[in-house]
């Protein structure tokens, strides 16, 4: 297989607005490196990310999609991030059923003190998403920028 | 036609050294819909904001776009400038190109080409914002207490000090609570009765206070601000408003031995009874289970007596509805049972206690008449033993696994006063920990130990066993010393653990507040909301909420009364508008939505349509409360027809965010 | 090699020494306790610290009646009795060392001797 060295992941972020935004922030305003690969999308809660959305953004082309909420326990709305947790794991059967890699999502809990660990998952996560090259699978080449 | 107007700001330096923010407000102008695109050196100043108004003026603009810091910081700020000129507050939409893009990152070309981006997302945000506006829902001026111990009195004196009507609901015949059954209290050692039954009598005399006692809550219905409860009055067979307390009945009647609940059944009262002397309302009441004319038919011995004719034998419950604004639980603990605690052998032996049973046997206006006696055959005790930790600090399946807190302190208050009264008594205390975190509360303990020689040992009792002799085998380790001790005690008084009131768990669904696997309520914040459950209009006061001694359960009743006052002083509450709704064409009422949502905002109703055929059709839907919606979202994503939606943050929104950052 | 005795013995008693409060509850129950050196308490917690050669050789280990009143009586479900048993069984152990090799396990082997009795043999009988 070749190996695209330009190759640029597309990654959307969901944010939830309490913890994993504010987390966002703060590692912004500690000045923490990411690359400039991920653009975050603010969400109340993770809980309001449904799966549609992330399926959606494999379709319009992005190469990964990862998701951020409260840390279990923690959730401001005391139990939506339970609801991610299993919703994305069933979304995770139907990616595995589609053919898509694992990694290309995931389910982070970031905490709004945790700017650091905000900063280093990005960064990983960027890394994960590049080593697995560009998203096909799901790719609507209606949608292909030109 | 939607028209947009972008506003990109430099923050000084802040963006504009890393961001290109001439080509970020360029390449923005570009995009369909927007009509004016500007950078300024501080959008947030008074000088932005005017150029932001006057935009908005100036070409009519239908939703703005600020590429600026994060919206935690200022989406308000220009939410407000909007509103001022009449633009709908909730067409404003932030691009955050400070915090998560210039401060982040150091390559002019890449940031800019991501500031772009952002910006492009939030303009496509933008086009599909709805003008949303914040409900109002009016206020009841009018709280509920439920519970009438230390924690409801404290609570509702407060609340109708500020002018508010207050009801408090008690399930015995009279408020109290525990700390009526206690006799002196820690680390002052007052007496309980004469700083707790003056607060009782100016509750009963307070005209904003109403007391429902021998009353349980049985629905709730409703949501912050208009709460609509019914009160179950509970059959007492006498009748509240002519009964004057004076007490013949209970010197007459002829149903001696019923086991006295207050005296912790070391003796017994009449089947017509008042809790005590002080109890307030000071109305009798008759248990059914032991009434002869009840069971029987055959007695009417009260009634005969009674110069008022209060007593009804064919009373029956009561509901009542009333309509609140607050409420506030202060169900308050018990004691554990000690069933399961075979080695303290609490079931085989008299002489063996529990603590708040020592508070009945020491009290003056308990079994003994002040006196120590053991129960079994009424002599002075000469060694007593008090165990710590039982039933607490165990494994799930041994009891309750946190500390209940206030045993180490009244332990070392009855160790204290039994040596202080009778000196030729030994007390030992077995302890694991001492746990004195409170002010001048290890300096109480010391002076048990110090001043009154109260042998402290570090260990646990490990068997209990009554002897023939009247004595009781205390075995026990000493970990200190590594030995194992044989103590020939005369009484043993274990400090059993505490667990909140039976009746808080059906409580709890009935007002959708959540509680911990203890049965505690759980607060909305540990650390910052520690009074307020996370249901809105619900408050918690006292042992309810975890386990607390009465200064700690005084403080939070009245913090808890002023988070209500706060509440009821309000004439209406403004809603947050970013509410889920459901689309009633689309609902077909599968109750999905409602199962995910923490806040019980979703009910059921059934609403008629006209159905393609000129009929009508009644069908279920589900209907939003906005009042007591969070807007978390998570029925939208539960709702298997796509009819549930989030304003603000739509299902179309986030996918043209998505669409956008994707493209 | 303590360590590993240490992770043997926590294993093989399937107790979480960790979890102990140090009440001494256990001891205080316990009917043998004047023979012993060591007391039940102690032997919790020597074998958190790693304490265990001490344990090994000493008489106490015998004096145990296993009569499960500390683990009765546990207020936080420790099994104080467990850890005993497991130190006698490592100590059964290290005597002659390695009483069965896996390469006497085929002859040892008919249709009805059940699986389990093979993995006790081996937890019995191997170093």
């Not at chain 1, 966002?24 to 603010?42: C, Q």
């Not at chain 3, 479900?77 to 896996?102: C, D, F, S, W, Y």
């Amino acid at each position: 297989m070749q190996v695209n060295n330009n190759f640029e992941p597309v990654i959307v972020a969901f944010c939830c607005n309490w913890c994993s935004y504010a987390g966002a922030d703060l590692s912004g305003t500690n000045r923490l490196n990411y690359p400039t690969n991920v653009k975050i999308i603010r969400v109340p809660c993770s809980c309001r990310v449904n799966p549609m959305f992330i399926l959606r953004a494999f379709q319009k082309g992005a190469d990964g999609v990862i998701i951020c909420g409260c840390h279990p326990g923690d959730c401001h709305y005391t139990s939506g991030n339970y609801f991610t947790r299993r919703r994305i794991t069933l979304l995770y059967s139907m990616l595995d059923f589609l053919g898509i890699e694992r990694n290309r999502t995931r389910l982070e809990w970031v905490s709004a003190a945790e700017g650091a660990k905000f900063a280093a998952t990005m960064q990983q996560f960027t890394e994960d998403v590049r080593k697995l090259g560009p998203n096909r699978r799901l790719e609507d080449l209606r949608c292909r920028k030109q | 036609m939607q028209r947009i107007g972008v506003f990109v700001c430099h923050c000084g330096t802040n963006i504009a050294a890393t961001v290109d923010v001439k080509a970020v407000a360029e390449a923005l102008g570009h995009e369909p819909g927007v009509v004016i695109s500007q950078d300024y050196q501080y959008m947030c100043s008074e000088s932005g904001q005017n150029l932001v108004k006057d935009a908005i003026k100036e070409h009519n603009l239908t939703g703005i776009v600020i590429c600026s810091c994060s919206p935690r910081m200022h989406e308000n700020t220009f939410r407000k400038a909007a509103a001022s000129v009449g633009l709908n507050p909730y067409l404003v939409e932030i691009a955050n190109i400070r915090e998560q893009c210039s401060w982040i990152h150091k390559e002019i070309a890449t940031a800019t080409e991501k500031a772009i981006i952002l910006g492009k997302a939030a303009v496509a945000k933008v086009h599909l914002n709805a003008p949303l506006t914040a409900g109002e829902s009016p206020v009841v001026k009018r709280a509920l207490v439920i519970g009438g111990g230390i924690a409801g009195i404290q609570t509702a004196l407060d609340i109708a000090e500020a002018g508010f009507d207050v009801d408090i609901v008690e399930k015995e015949p009279t408020i109290g609570g525990k700390m009526a059954q206690i006799d002196k209290t820690f680390p002052t050692l007052d007496c309980a009765a004469c700083i707790l039954t003056p607060k009782m009598v100016e509750c009963s005399q307070n005209e904003k206070i109403h007391i429902h006692s021998f009353s349980e809550v049985s629905d709730v219905k409703g949501f912050v601000g208009n709460f609509t409860v019914t009160i179950k009055k509970k059959a007492r067979f006498v009748d509240e408003t002519k009964c004057t307390g004076c007490g013949l009945c209970t010197e007459k009647c002829p149903m001696k031995k019923v086991p006295n609940e207050f005296n912790m059944g070391l003796d017994n009262r009449t089947a017509i009874y008042i809790p005590f002397a002080q109890a307030v309302p000071k109305v009798a009441t008759i248990d059914p289970n032991h009434c002869m004319m009840l069971k029987t038919g055959k007695c009417g011995v009260c009634s005969k007596v009674c110069s008022v004719g209060a007593i009804d034998y064919k009373q029956q419950d009561q509901f009542i509805e009333e309509k609140y604004g607050a409420i506030v639980v202060a169900t308050g603990f018990n004691p554990i049972k000690l069933d399961k605690y075979d080695e303290f052998a609490y079931n085989q032996c008299a002489d063996v206690v529990t603590s708040l049973e020592l508070e009945r046997l020491m009290n003056a206006a308990g079994p003994n008449g002040g006196t120590l006696l053991r129960p079994s055959d009424k002599t002075h005790p000469h060694k007593i033993v008090f165990v710590q930790c039982v039933g607490s600090r165990c494994d799930d399946s041994k009891g309750k696994p946190y500390c209940s807190k206030i045993c180490c302190m009244y332990t070392a208050k009855h160790a204290m006063l039994i040596r202080e009264k009778y000196p030729d008594t030994e007390v030992y205390v077995f302890y694991i920990d001492v746990r004195t975190p409170g002010k001048n509360f290890d300096e109480f303990y010391r002076r048990a130990v110090e001043q009154y020689n109260v042998h402290y040992i570090k260990g646990m009792v490990g068997k209990v066993t009554p002897k023939s002799d009247g004595k009781i085998d205390v075995q026990a380790s000493d970990l200190l010393s590594n030995e194992q001790l044989h103590i020939d005690a005369d009484l043993v008084v274990l400090a059993a653990a505490i667990e909140p009131d039976k009746t808080a768990r059906p409580l709890a669904t009935m007002l959708t507040t959540q509680m911990d696997t203890n049965d505690f309520f759980t607060e909305a914040h540990p650390k910052l909301r520690p009074v307020e459950s996370a249901t809105a209009g619900i408050f918690l006061s006292g042992a309810c909420q975890g386990p607390k001694d009465i200064p700690e359960t005084v403080a939070q009743g009245s913090a808890a009364a002023a988070k209500a006052i706060g509440l009821l002083c309000k004439n209406s509450i403004t809603c947050n508008p970013c509410v889920a709704h459901s689309d009633e064409l689309m609902c077909n009422g599968c109750s999905s939505c409602e199962k995910v949502c923490p806040y019980g905002a979703i009910t059921y109703i059934d609403k008629e349509f006209r159905m393609p055929d000129r009929t009508t059709a009644i069908r279920r839907v589900a209907s939003v409360n906005p009042a007591v919606c969070q807007g978390c979202g998570a029925c939208t994503v539960a709702c298997p027809s796509g009819a549930m939606d989030l304003n603000g943050f739509s299902n179309s929104q986030i996918m043209a965010e998505v669409d956008a950052i994707c493209k | 090699m303590d360590k590993n005795l240490k992770e043997q013995i926590l294993r093989a008693s399937g107790v979480n020494v960790l979890k102990c409060m140090r009440c001494g509850k256990c001891s205080g129950t316990c009917p043998s306790y004047d023979e012993m050196e060591y007391h039940p308490h102690q032997f919790v917690y020597m074998v958190e610290k790693g304490d265990i050669e001490k344990l090994m050789n000493s008489a106490s280990l015998y004096k145990c009646l296993t009569c499960f009143a500390c683990v009765e009586r546990c207020p936080r479900n420790v099994e104080p009795a467990k850890v005993v048993e497991a130190v006698r069984l490592a100590a059964i152990r290290q005597q002659g060392n390695n009483h069965l090799t896996p390469a006497m396990i085929p002859d040892m082997i008919d249709e009805d001797i059940p699986q389990q009795a093979l993995v006790t043999a081996f937890r019995k009988y191997t170093k």
